[in-house]
């Protein structure tokens, strides 16, 4: 499928060297803590400076972070040479598993694509005049498996259908949901098919 988000093509396998695009690298290390953690939970991954995202979250918040935590940025923004110390990777280590731990609360967790923390335990709404979402197009990185059209409560219930409807309102954003289960999905919006994206990847998180 077309259209692929920057997140999948680098699970993938496919796209550039590690060390070329860390803010993908991180999404995929908090990608697999948010697995591991095994309690579910969603990350919604905004654009920084944007507000429009605030649309779709129904406020006030139970966990507003206000200032944002940068700890995860602040890190990300350090000079290259810093990063080959042990001491900036045990930092990089936790600050993932603190952010991935917080998608365990009850909501979502909202972070933006320069890592800083907005909110957890967020509820999602639609936005108003927007429409609900009733269909997404789920594809799963497995030799046979072809795109099909489904509804999101068909991945795994009320998380993904708020994720897919997060998306679909907000389609400069990303979304990525675990189930208890084990499964995990990245939304994201497809312009080449006007609909919502489901990646479902647990496969690529072993």
């Known amino acids: 499928m077309p259209g692929c988000p920057t997140l999948l093509t680098s699970l993938l396998g496919f796209g550039l060297p590690a060390t070329s695009n860390d803010s993908v690298n991180v999404l995929v290390q908090l990608a697999v803590s948010i697995r591991a953690h095994g309690r ?28 944002p935590f940068t700890e995860l ?18 930092s990089l280590r936790r600050s993932v598993e603190v952010i991935a731990g ?24 639609p936005r108003d005049g927007g429409a609900h979402v009733e269909q997404v197009i789920m594809t799963e990185p497995v030799i046979g ?17 708020s994720a897919a409807q997060f998306v679909q309102d ?14 995990f999905t990245i939304f994201a919006w497809s312009p080449c098919e006007g609909i919502v994206h489901a990646h479902r990847v647990e496969t690529l998180l072993m």
């Open 170 to 183: 907000q389609r400069d954003s990303l979304a990525l949901v675990a189930s208890q289960d084990g499964r």
């Open 102 to 125: 917080l998608t365990a609360v009850d909501g979502a967790t909202l972070i933006t694509d320069q890592h800083e923390l907005l909110a957890f335990g967020a509820k999602i709404r």
């Open 73 to 90: 940025a602040e890190l990300m923004r350090q000079a290259a040479g810093e990063r080959s110390n042990r001491s900036w990777q045990e």
């Open 40 to 67: 579910g939970g969603a990350l919604l991954v905004v654009p920084q400076g944007t507000e429009g995202w605030r649309e779709s979250i129904l406020w006030p918040v139970p966990y507003a972070v206000s200032p």
């Open 145 to 161: 498996a072809t795109a099909a059209v489904v509804n999101p409560l068909h991945l795994g219930g009320t998380r993904h259908l």
